[in-house]
């Protein structure tokens, strides 16, 4: 992308700019003409010139609507099983072919992308939520206050994810346990958050400390504004960038942890349709049935990638020195 | 072109010293631009000077002259990209350096040319103790042994004054003062015993008092070693106690040359002039400072004709069309200025 | 230095017990009955209830419990299995095999990364960094399991390179595919932080400077900018070591590999519940040291850091 010549085919009227630019020492007033752009502004032209910003966004489009309205892309039946049809090959009929108990992979494919997605993004809803406001309480309140925050952080930092997830999900959604769908949803969701709000704590406490002392926040407080109206009008506004570009990258790696969770058979269980159970149900098939795996394996891998690359697109569009 | 710049004065090299006399190191119409997204910097026009064994050159000139990318494209330390050498030749004992081995010019460096570095807090390895990174020289350059090193570094130490010098050996950059760390570097490019020396902006970074203190230390060992140095500075005040001789430097060419004398006395360019003049005086307390009026051009634009032109109040329609050539004008002193005479010899 | 250890050893010590006591609530405490779905299907032995009943106190408050738990623990042991097997022993068979999957791991990801790093740090956009560039994203974003069988049925199965599973020999060569596996995710990052660290500090003036030396341009990069670029590869490296033992339960479970992962998965599937924690405990345990060790790490390598 640091090619200029590459970037300027692509329509952004940049020649007139780059003039004023280049001569600030013959004359005072040329600066007049060029506006004045922000961040945001400067972030949104850089990325629209971007094939894998298109890219992904294309596809992370694509797996929503595919969560929302499956039966446009397919009118099987996820669930419907026919023992007679037991791993059929992949065919003109069925594209991805049948799985052990006979079930459309192509539908079951298609369904699982809304556990996925539904999962994965009510997750980091809740890291959000949690990490955030325990951020902004600590960078903002600081003292003790801050050093109690950070240390239950820590706690829960110490918890490798998968340990963590293991020793929350069987405690909670144990073999034995008779959990709704929904229910073990819901544990999934809430493991995801318990372990990975630290981190979005961590963000959004540094980048609360770095504005807190700015001047333009000090003016305001000099002027009587009260803490609320700081954060919300002045301190947020400035930790959001990072925080959605860490989001939507979150979400990427979060479709992969439920895989993971799904997989160790500890996260969703069947009836659930989802990619990772899909996946561990393959697994004992890999050699006659590949197939079986890839698919699924195919569906996740797109969709963590999507998130991961519109993430670090954005982010890319976000730091100026990387430009 | 260099040989409009006929210096008259005796080199002052072929005293018996052992060293070769004559040009030690020559610029001769460097040309330098750099290419950046933005567009092309031009950042040498042309640049030719010379230093002799013994002799002292300062290189005088505001930031972004070009008198530190000269420098660095001697050394060969010219970032590339962005930078591009696109004309010239830098000899060293008349032998071209821009187009030899990567090998001979890097055996070049540290025994024929060395170079002291402006902020010496970030120029020495901050993980690597300032002993170590003398006394690497001696091991990887001499092939000495770790001890015959050690020895050799320590009494690098001394040499530059620094205070119990075997006990600094291990400290790390970090832990000296800001004037001892440049006394370290001092000593660690003077290790090799370098014909020719080049000093970028060595006092800058230091309080007034050890500016002092460095400038004499430096200037001591160039006489005992009879090295040519070439000192670059935006410091008229550091220049005259040190320099032999004077090359002013403005957006990328060479404008003025002069022995020290002549150019205090005497400045043949309308920017010598300002520059000299820009020095608070004493005897003016109360009154304005006096200052070059605008700002050192955009070196991806520079203005037609002579580039100092728009900042300058002597300036004539020839001015803003031709672009005056370096002219000698006298005994050793050349000027860029279309009235180069007029100024000499005016009252 | 000392006084520092100490005073980071005692920080550990109220996370240490943050995490183990939580690790132990939820699985002791928080079910109501301590033994409900601990043995398997059919249920705990009632000798066996007794026994741990005893042994680990639960019939008294949580805090006497945990401290019970702790005693034990610290003096290593770890309670019994449902069968009667000692977990400690579990343990002691199974964490040599992970701590040899870790080291190969270690290993491939240090040389892999940081060969990939260095290069496209020095030349950076080129085709190779491009490449780089892409596949560390690959490796990143997808997860272990995925990575594990896409590789497993390329080099194992179809085309028969390696054995799918590795046997209880665990041999060299038979590691080297779990471990690329394993440390596929750290290779990533270590690539990349090796690439920006050297890309940051090849510019640097240090590096003029030793090149202005007459330094021949093996020893300027190979020392002077290697040494400094390593500094955050190094952390990296050591704060994984600890991940990795707990990201292994994954790796060792597709290629077969004898660890505390597969056993933790195993138990996970018996629903014994006492060898879960303890293995979750002492891998966590591993992950807070190696964090320590990390930052001493880190002083020793940074003379400008200095800890007081």
């Not at chain 2, 807090?121 to 090193?149: H, K, Y």
């Not at chain 2, 690098?156 to 400290?171: T, Y």
């Not at chain 3, 005893?54 to 019994?80: C, H, I, R, S």
Request: aromatic content about 8%; glycine content about 10%; charged content about 20%.
């Amino acid at each position: 992308m640091s090619d200029p010549s590459a970037a300027s085919i692509v329509s952004t009227p940049r020649p007139e700019q780059l003039t004023e630019a280049s001569s600030p020492a013959t004359a005072g007033p040329v600066g007049k003409k060029e506006k004045p752009r922000s961040l945001l502004g400067d972030a949104w032209l850089d990325l629209r010139r971007k094939p894998l910003f298109w890219i992904s966004a294309t596809f992370i489009l694509l797996f929503v609507v595919m969560a929302a309205f499956p039966s446009l892309f397919t009118s099987g039946d996820p669930t419907a099983t026919s023992l007679s049809r037991s791993r059929v090959e992949p065919s003109g009929d069925a594209w991805f072919g049948y799985d052990v108990l006979g079930r459309d992979v192509y539908a079951r494919t298609i369904y699982g992308a809304r556990a996925s997605i539904v999962v994965s993004l009510l997750s980091v809803i809740g890291t959000m939520l949690i990490g955030g406001t325990m951020g902004i309480i600590a960078g903002y309140k600081g003292g003790w206050v801050d050093g109690l925050l950070s240390r239950i952080a820590d706690i829960f930092f110490g918890l490798p994810f998968v340990l963590g997830a293991i020793v929350i999900l069987t405690t909670f959604n144990g073999a034995t346990s008779n959990n709704t769908a929904w229910q073990i949803m819901g544990l999934v969701i809430a493991s995801l958050v318990v372990l990975s709000w630290p981190v979005v704590m961590r963000l959004m406490r540094s980048s609360v400390l770095a504005t807190k002392e700015a001047d333009y926040i000090v003016a305001a407080r000099a002027m009587g504004a009260s803490t609320t109206r700081i954060i919300f009008k002045h301190l947020l506004p400035n930790c959001l960038a990072p925080l959605l570009v860490y989001g939507t990258i979150m979400i990427g790696s979060f479709i992969g942890a439920e895989a993971t969770l799904s997989f160790l058979g500890i996260g969703l269980k069947s009836p659930v349709v989802s990619w990772g159970i899909m996946i561990n149900e393959a697994q004992n098939y890999l050699r006659p049935s590949p197939y079986l795996l890839f698919f699924p394996s195919a569906f996740l891998v797109t969709a963590v990638l999507s998130f991961v690359m519109l993430g670090e697109a954005v982010r890319e569009a976000l730091d100026p020195k990387l430009r | 072109m260099s040989d409009i710049l006929v210096s008259e004065q005796s080199a002052p090299g072929a005293d018996g010293s052992g060293r070769p006399s004559g040009r030690l190191l020559e610029v001769d119409d460097l040309r330098v631009e750099f290419r950046t997204r933005d567009g092309v910097a031009k950042v040498i026009n042309g640049v030719t000077y010379h230093v002799d064994a013994g002799e002292t050159l300062a290189v005088l000139g505001e930031s972004g002259s070009g008198k530190s990318v000269t420098a660095q494209t001697i050394m060969g330390i010219l970032d590339m990209p962005p930078g591009f050498v696109t004309g010239g030749r830098v000899r060293f004992h008349g032998k071209d350096m821009l187009t030899m081995s990567a090998e001979e010019r890097r055996r070049i460096r540290g025994e024929g040319i060395a170079m002291i570095f402006q902020d010496s807090l970030s120029a020495l390895n901050p993980v690597f103790t300032v002993g170590f990174q003398i006394a690497e020289q001696f091991r990887i350059r001499r092939g000495m042994s770790r001890s015959d090193a050690k020895k050799r570094a320590i009494e690098m130490l001394d040499q530059v004054k620094i205070p119990n010098a075997k006990g600094r050996f291990s400290n790390y950059p970090h832990q000296f003062s800001g004037g001892m760390r440049q006394r370290a570097m001092i000593a660690m490019s003077l290790a090799l015993d370098p014909e020719v020396l080049i000093a970028d902006e060595p006092t800058t970074a230091l309080d007034v008092t050890v500016q002092a203190q460095i400038m004499d230390l430096l200037g001591e060992l160039q006489r005992e070693r009879r090295m040519g140095m070439i000192l670059i500075t935006h410091d008229l005040g550091v220049v005259a106690d040190v320099a032999d001789r004077i090359a002013v430097m403005y957006a990328g060419r060479i404008v003025e040359e002069a022995d020290v004398y002549d150019l205090y006395a005497k400045p043949a360019h309308p920017y010598t002039l300002g520059l000299l003049n820009s020095i608070p005086r004493l005897d003016e307390r109360g009154q304005q400072l006096r200052t070059i009026k605008g700002l050192p051009p955009n070196l991806m634009n520079i203005p037609p004709g002579c580039p100092f032109n728009p900042r300058c109040p002597m300036a004539q329609p020839v001015c803003r069309e031709t672009i005056p050539p370096l002219l000698q004008i006298g005994t050793g002193r050349a000027s860029a200025c279309h009235f180069a005479e007029e100024l000499v010899n005016r009252d | 230095m000392g006084r520092y250890l100490v005073r980071r050893l005692l920080q550990l010590v109220p996370v240490f017990i943050g995490t183990t006591l939580m690790i132990y609530l939820l699985v002791w405490k928080v079910p109501g009955d301590p033994f409900a779905g601990k043995c398997g299907d059919r249920g705990c032995p009632e000798n066996y209830r007794a026994m741990m009943t005893e042994k680990f106190q639960l019939d008294q408050p949580w805090f006497v419990q945990y401290a019970t738990y702790m005693k034990n623990l610290l003096q290593g042991d770890f309670g019994t299995t449902w069968s009667g097997r000692e977990v400690g022993d579990i343990i002691a068979t199974a964490y040599p095999n992970t701590l040899k999957l870790a080291a190969m791991a270690l290993v491939i990801e240090a040389v892999i990364g940081l060969t990939a790093g260095v290069l496209t740090g020095l030349r950076r956009n080129g085709f190779l960094d491009n490449l780089v560039l892409v596949s560390t994203l690959f490796l990143i974003a997808l997860p272990v399991f995925v990575v594990g069988f896409v590789l497993q049925w390329f080099f194992g199965v179809k085309w028969g390179i390696v054995t799918p599973t590795v046997s209880n020999e665990m041999r060299l060569t038979e590691l080297i595919l779990p471990g690329f596996v394993l440390g596929s995710a750290s290779m990533a990052y270590i690539a990349r932080v090796s690439r920006t660290s050297i890309a940051e500090n090849r510019r640097a003036d240090y590096v003029r400077t030793a090149i202005a030396k007459g330094l021949p341009m093996r020893r300027v990069v190979g020392i002077h900018l290697l040494r400094n670029s390593l500094i955050p590869v190094v952390t990296l490296l050591g704060t994984d070591l600890g991940a990795l033992m707990g990201g292994a339960i994954i790796t060792e479970g597709i290629f077969g590999i004898n660890g505390v992962g597969r056993t933790v998965l195993r138990a996970i599937v018996t629903k014994e519940s006492a060898t879960v924690v303890s293995i979750v405990v002492v891998l966590v345990l591993v992950y807070l040291l190696m964090n320590l060790v990390v930052d001493l790490l880190y002083a020793a390598l940074d003379p400008r850091i200095r800890y007081e």
